[in-house]
């Protein structure tokens, strides 16, 4: 059965920086992982996806401050921010499409897409 962890949440101050990693187990087949976050009272949002050879994809919103990196060999799926702002902060979950193996040429970021899902990690950055 497919599981996903994330880690690396907390708190930081405006123009901090911060990494998340995801852990992926009971999967074997190729599959696109993705970043996505709610904050209270807004609609889960799509962060960045990256296909089974790491190409990656970003919202404009983050697009410059946020890495993401996935090693295959480990399943794990990281997310390097930085220049965070206040409108960063909510709960970032990792997420896992089983049925992609490259978004190219078109992403597909929506949650509805993705049908294993983390806990999710909080990010909170203050002002």
């Known amino acids: 059965q497919a599981q996903v962890m994330e880690s690396g949440g907390g708190s930081v101050q405006t123009g901090g920086s911060l990494r998340l990693s995801c852990s992926v187990s009971?999967?074997?087949?190729?599959?696109?992982m993705g970043w996505f976050r709610q904050a209270p009272d807004r609609e889960r949002e799509g962060v960045s996806m990256v296909d089974r050879n790491g190409l990656p994809f970003y919202a404009d919103g983050v697009k410059g401050r946020f890495t993401v990196s996935r090693d295959n060999a480990v399943n794990i799926l990281t997310l390097q921010m930085t220049n965070l702002k206040p409108e960063d902060s909510a709960m970032y979950y990792c997420a896992v499409d089983l049925y992609c193996a490259s978004w190219y040429p078109r992403p597909h970021l929506t949650a509805a897409e993705f049908g294993v899902w983390g806990q999710g990690t909080q990010v909170t950055v203050s002002s």
């Open positions: 009971g999967i074997t087949s190729n599959y696109c």
